[in-house]
Nanobody
Framework: QVQLVESGGGLVQAGGSLRLSCAASPDMSSIACMAWFRQVAGKEREAVARINRDGSTTYEDDVKGRFTISQDNAKNTLYLEMNSLKPEDTAMYYC?????????????????WGPGTQVTVSS
């Protein structure tokens, strides 16, 4: 069983930056793949970035060059560095983990989810 808790969301002006964190407990040793998703009310949850156990990463086209996903195994923490934020990045952001599958992108493929952290970008 893995528990995930996100933090770092908030209100920022367009062009600004935020760093989201996702603390995993008890640790990340059983996790094969982690990702950040976002969801706007009334829309489906969409993946924005993924990192596999080998460190390989994938990004949704709209965030390439602006967002960076990383993980610190010693701290059992996943990060999402978000730069050049746009109003359309406004959403609830969730971290997700999968223990038996990797290179996955669909929300239903992930086993564990955090409660989310709200990101609001003002114009």
């Amino acid at each position: 069983q893995v528990q995930l808790v996100e933090s770092g969301g908030g209100l920022v002006q367009a062009g600004g930056s935020l760093r989201l964190s996702c603390a995993a407990s008890p640790d990340m040793s059983s996790i094969a793949c982690m990702a950040w998703f976002r969801q706007v009310a009334g829309k489906e949850r969409e993946a924005v970035a993924r990192i596999n156990r080998d460190g390989s990463t994938t990004y949704e086209d709209d965030v390439k060059g602006r967002f960076t996903i990383s993980q610190d195994n010693a701290k059992n923490t996943l990060y999402l560095e978000m730069n050049s934020l746009k109003p359309e990045d406004t959403a609830m952001y969730y971290c997700a983990a999968a223990t038996t599958r990797w290179m996955i992108w669909t929300a239903s493929d992930f086993d564990y989810w955090g409660p989310g952290t709200q990101v609001t970008v003002s114009s």
